[in-house]
T-cell receptor
């Protein structure tokens, strides 16, 4: 058990819809990262939050947004969903920016767009 | 940007065999992690290894940062070792991981 909790584990929805993925980081971790794993793109970094503030952006589409709340949990919002958004979405957490500590990954949310 | 290349892309072994997986990276990195993605999709941390050698049971890893590569050794492989092995690098402490495409390992009994 990595200590990172992601919900839901599976999500099935239709094109054009909006979904929210939730992540609770390990106790004491201030940084949260979101990654997308798709068959064609592999594992890609989407966005990072540190202590409530956006820290870095990767290959995140404009239809996607995220936030980190005061209790440090994070949500990834995906809107106007397309078939190509079907993927495994991972959240990871670490102690924080500038600290040499590993990232720990949740079990992921498997999103299927029909 | 930095490139992370893993080899071989696929590996098929009989139970009990040993194997070596390689990860090359194109620029200096702050750190490197090895992961195992099991058939259920979970990403399991194996090693956090910026340099040197670490061992954990039948698995060990060596990173030679000056030559920009890391090796993952699996000895006496078991069917439960099957899955995809990823290496990922971190350019600065506490920043995003950049993943390789992975090595898919299949161990048969």
């Amino acid at each position: 058990d990595s200590g990172v909790t992601q919900t839901p584990k599976h999500l099935i929805t239709a094109t054009g819809q909006r979904v929210t993925l939730r992540c609770s980081p390990r106790s004491g971790d201030l940084s949260v990262y979101w990654y997308q794993q798709s068959l064609d793109q592999g594992l890609q970094f989407l966005i990072q939050y540190y202590n409530g503030e956006e820290r870095a952006k990767g290959n995140i589409l404009e239809r996607f947004s995220a936030q980190q709340f005061p209790d440090l949990h994070s949500e990834l919002n995906l809107s106007s969903l397309e078939l190509g958004d079907s993927a495994l979405y991972f959240c990871a957490s670490s102690v924080g920016f500038g600290r040499n500590q590993p990232q720990h990954f949740g079990d992921g949310t498997r999103l299927s767009i029909l | 940007g930095i490139q992370v290349e893993q080899s071989p892309p696929d590996l098929i072994l009989q139970e009990g065999a040993n194997s070596t997986l390689r990860c090359n990276f194109s620029d200096s990195v702050n750190n490197l992690q090895w992961f195992h993605q099991n058939p259920w999709g979970q990403l399991i941390n194996l090693f956090y290894i910026p340099s040197g050698t670490k061992q954990n049971g039948r698995l060990s890893a060596t990173t030679v940062a000056t030559e920009r590569y890391s090796l993952l050794y699996i000895s006496s492989s078991q069917t439960t070792d099957s899955g995809v092995y990823f290496c990922a690098v971190e350019i600065e402490a506490g920043t995003a991981l950049i993943f390789g495409k992975g090595t898919t390992l299949s161990v048969s009994s």
